[in-house]
């Protein structure tokens, strides 16, 4: 916590860790529940988790596949800017900052703004992106709604899908495997957000494309900074950039 003459300004970080595995002959993926975590610094609470990631651990994806994946941040007490940072690292290697592998593993994360948790015959989301909602302990492969690569981009730019993140709440800054995510306006108690809502691997992808995301994880950390006395939002995290998180407490899958 920083103090100066005019305001007292309050600084949280929840990181939400998501472990995404492809390997193996049969471009295997694994995945686990990310856990949620809630941390009290000054007058901010918020929170991140996933209310409609099914239990079980996700093995055996293959080309064809889809889940719903749906970090979702809520400001529980105070108004903020707030921002996520997103971070896709190589579990054995560190962080997986440019080039091929980079793209195809954006191209598997959606935002479907008509997202509802509603099951209708065994899937999520909406008439734009339906997505698996069974237990992803057993594979079951979407025999129904497959999504080639060219056809999820046409959903792209007819609007009925957002890739990668959702780009109604946030506007994009970074590069190279780290990118911000600053959401527009002020954080307002009892606001929730989801950062994105869907996995989706395109049924056209060969081995060789899966083979190449390989061991990955995507490490979300949301921010929030107190909205007071501030006169915007880059101000805000120019101060949040030059301070120390007080706390910044992480989960991770596996």
Known sequence: MHKTRNAIMAVLAVVLVAALTIGGTLAYMTDSESLINTFKVGDLDVTIKEPNYPNGECNERYPGDSFPKDPTVRQVKGDAFMRVKVEFLDTATGAI???????????????????????????????????????????????????????LAAKVSAGAIQNWYNQSAFDLAGSNGLYYLNYKGIFYQGTSVQVFTSIVYPSDWNQVQ????????????????????????DEAFEKLDAETILVDYGVTGG
């Open 97 to 151: 900052i440019t080039g091929e592998r980079l793209d195809l593993i954006l191209k598997t994360i959606y935002f479907d703004p008509n997202f509802s948790a509603t099951v209708v015959g065994g899937y999520k989301g909406s008439d734009n992106l339906k997505v698996w909602a069974g237990n992803l302990s057993t594979h079951t492969p979407d025999s129904t709604y497959h999504y080639s690569e060219a056809a």
């Open 210 to 233: 899966m083979q190449l995301i390989g061991n990955y994880s995507i490490k979300l950390t949301a921010e929030v900074i107190q909205a007071a006395n501030f006169r915007d939002r």
